[in-house]
């Protein structure tokens, strides 16, 4: 099975900071990469597919980029909305373990 | 409008059985790739099943060779069977749609429905 590794777990950060989220897979998935963001209490919200191509709606300060075992989830400046849980996905399968983005 | 709404959620003994239900509004469970996806109380979010428009189901393997996943037409609606259920089993089962794309995204989530596994 594949296996996916999210890095940080946490982060701590500042409105208008840019932040980086890693995600790696145990093998070459090739872009079939997904990103979501999860508030308390509330189902996810898909971010980015294919790795890179942001889904309608999403600001386009996120931004995923990667491909093979690498991946990358970039916010260019953060807003006070994005404090929240990141997850990673492989495919429509396997998660990473998440990365929580706190207010420093 | 489109949405999930996920039912059958509560407290069961171990070893017990469980049938959660997603009632799907706004398009056809049958034409669209759908799946389970669970989170434990405080962890992340672990993938259960998928059934692919085709038929063809799919199961992590902590849950093979006890969860069933289906599906019915007539009732537009998605089934989650979860038998020989074990407290590591615990926690909310969100219903999810799938973007046939490439990587199969989940477009579309249920609010979710809490699982509790306990004596």
């Known amino acids: 099975d594949i296996q996916m590794t999210q890095s940080p777990s946490s982060l701590s950060a500042s409105v208008g900071d840019k932040v980086t989220i890693t995600c790696q897979a145990s093998?070459?998935?090739?872009?079939?990469l997904n990103w979501y963001q999860q508030k308390p209490g509330k189902a996810p919200k898909l971010l980015i597919y294919?790795?890179?191509t942001l889904e309608t709606g999403v600001p386009s300060r996120f931004s995923g980029s990667g491909s093979g075992t690498d991946f990358t989830l970039t916010i260019s400046s953060l807003q006070p909305e994005d404090f929240a849980t990141y997850y990673c996905q492989q495919y429509d399968k396997t998660f990473g373990q998440g990365t929580r983005l706190e207010i420093k | 409008e489109v949405q999930l709404v996920e039912s059958g959620g509560g407290l069961v003994q171990p070893g017990g059985s469980l049938r959660l239900s997603c009632g799907v509004s706004?398009?056809?469970?049958?034409?669209?790739?759908m799946s389970w996806v669970r989170q434990a109380p405080g962890k992340g979010l672990e993938w259960v099943s998928a059934i692919y428009s085709g038929g063809g189901t799919y199961y992590a393997d902590s849950v093979k060779g006890r969860f069933t996943i289906s599906r019915d037409y007539s009732k537009n609606t998605l089934y989650l069977q979860m038998n020989s259920l074990r407290p590591e089993d615990t926690a909310v089962y969100y219903c999810a749609r799938l973007f046939e794309y490439n990587s199969l995204p989940v477009d579309l989530w249920g609010r979710g429905t809490l699982v509790t596994v306990s004596s």
């Open positions: 093998q070459d998935i090739r872009n079939f």
């Open positions: 294919d790795a890179s």
């Open positions: 706004g398009f056809t469970v049958t034409s669209n790739y």
